[in-house]
């Protein structure tokens, strides 16, 4: 069709030729006349020979703009990163189509810049280990606390089969958290105590429903290390092996459990009363008010007849477009043991306020 509307102009450009050498013979009184007609002949000519032209220009012209209406999914969002899927299919991963596949970094908990007062200090840190008991100092009752946790997935599909549309997944991640006594000019702004917490999670799609519609959605086990790198007498650490699960209602709410048993310590044990006042259990439970808000509260439980552990109350709020945005202003209320290590046996309520990034 192209070749041929290609050839027609020369046909047409012999005939105008041949009428224009005509003209050229005619007498005086009839050549104007002639060469009028000729011209109106070859702009005809050249109408009749562009229209097929400019009709397949358009046909191609709209075939881009076809090609991506019919192809609406490829703006959207994949793997880890697409709504379509739970809040724990994405967080774990646990399906083939909310994959974001190995050795990618991403969140755990909240990355987060907070300022924060409590109701006393620790001015003489201490655990019922011999040389454990620090020298006082004046510490301020606000400080600010810094909060960096990753992990990556380092393996997947180990038990799980190949065909199938679930996916387990083994996972590393690391979590510091520091107290920096940044208005405490008196002794030089110190980082007042940090703890490091490295840790290794194997996480088990488990489909199963439970009363009041709830849906179990993982299991899984974990190994956890915590201490704050410190020297006699600040020296805190523990060992801990953990059982977990986790469901849903809906879209807007989760549970999520833990259960530990600490390791016997090979060497001097810093702390050991750790369990008793931090805790043996641990629930939290998340709801997703709307787009932009969300409450979440931990318990923790040393499951003994004096009942220590503690309470964590939170409130999220999106900053920025809710499907896209990681950054939340974040708030949240503390009561109970285990803070921090170096607090671990000092009752302390703790109030905070920052930024955190979530969801990445």
């Not at 109408?47 to 709209?62: C, M, N, T, Y």
């Not at 774990?92 to 050795?103: G, N, P, V």
């Not at 301020?140 to 199938?164: D, F, H, W, Y």
Request: aromatic share 10%; glycine share 8%; net charge positive.
């Amino acid at each position: 069709m192209v070749a041929a509307a290609q050839s027609a102009p020369e046909a047409q450009t012999g005939a105008n030729v041949s009428g224009w050498a005509t003209c050229t013979q005619t007498d005086s009184a009839q050549r104007l006349a002639c060469f009028d007609a000729w011209v109106l002949d070859q702009k005809s000519s050249l109408r009749q020979s562009q229209k097929p032209s400019l009709a397949i220009d358009f046909e191609a012209s709209k075939k881009p703009s076809e090609d991506i209406s019919a192809n609406p999914d490829t703006t959207l969002a994949d793997g880890c990163r697409n709504r379509q899927y739970s809040a724990l299919s994405r967080f774990w991963e646990l399906e083939k189509a909310s994959d974001c596949h190995t050795f990618g970094i991403r969140g755990y908990r909240p990355i987060s810049l907070s300022w924060i007062a409590a109701d006393s200090t620790n001015p003489a840190p201490s655990s019922p280990a011999a040389g454990h008991t620090a020298t006082a100092q004046t510490y301020q009752r606000t400080e600010t606390r810094i909060q960096l946790s990753v992990r990556t997935k380092i393996a997947q599909g180990l038990l799980t089969p190949r065909n199938s549309e679930s996916r387990d997944s083994l996972w590393f991640g690391y979590t510091q958290q520091s107290y920096w006594q940044l208005f405490n000019g008196g002794i030089s702004r110190p980082f007042r105590n940090t703890d490091h917490e490295p840790e290794v999670i194997y996480v088990y799609p488990t489909q199963a429903s439970l009363p009041g519609g709830w849906q179990l959605r993982y299991s899984g086990m974990g190994l956890v290390h915590q201490s704050n790198g410190q020297s006699l007498p600040l020296s805190r650490s523990w060992n801990r092996v953990y059982l977990m699960a986790g469901a849903e209602l809906g879209e807007r709410y989760r549970l999520m459990g833990r259960a530990w048993q600490r390791l016997p310590e090979k060497v001097d044990d810093d702390n050991p009363d750790i369990t008793e006042k931090v805790g043996r259990v641990e629930l939290q439970g998340i709801w997703d008010i709307d787009k932009r808000n969300t409450l979440g509260a931990t318990l923790r439980s040393s499951m003994a007849a004096k009942a220590n552990g503690s309470l964590r109350l939170e409130w999220l709020r999106t900053l920025g477009v809710p499907e896209s945005s990681g950054l939340r202003l974040h708030a949240q209320l503390f009561s109970g043991y285990g803070d921090s290590l170096v607090d671990y046996n000092r009752r302390r309520v703790v109030f905070s306020l920052g930024l955190s990034l979530v969801d990445f």
